[in-house]
């Protein structure tokens, strides 16, 4: 015999229906919360159409695509133009050996326990 909330539960039954109950209400909710987070993500990431108001004369602007040698220079240029930013470094690598004085962090002794005194 189960006894919850005042109410008591004797047969297998009654046990079954609270099981499946409770399954159909678990996956109910995962059901919806993958709903509600699917019409989020369409909410969020609908891209909306772009007007652009670049007109030459009543008639839009042509995009014109690049060619390798003139994305060359633009990307040439902007290398030298961002390595102006930066620090010259000598770009050698040093090691020095430093001696330090016994320290307890390091001590390996530490971590050990004392052996126990038979009797």
Not at 75 to 89: C, G, I, Q, V
Request: glycine share 4%.
């Amino acid at each position: 015999m189960i006894i919850l909330a005042n109410t008591t539960i004797t047969g297998w039954s009654e046990m079954l229906w609270i099981a499946l109950i409770s399954i159909c209400l678990v996956f109910t909710t995962l059901v919806l919360l993958i709903g509600v987070m699917k019409l989020f993500g369409y909410i969020f990431s609908h891209k909306k159409p772009v007007t652009t108001a670049a007109t030459v004369s009543g008639s839009p602007i042509a995009h014109t695509q690049l060619h390798e040698d003139e994305v060359a220079a633009i990307m040439t240029a902007l290398r030298l133009y961002m390595s102006a930013f930066h620090d010259r470094e000598s770009e050698v690598l040093t090691i020095h050996s430093i001696k330090r004085a016994y320290s307890p962090w390091n001590s390996k002794i530490h971590g050990l326990t004392d052996m126990p005194n038979k009797k």
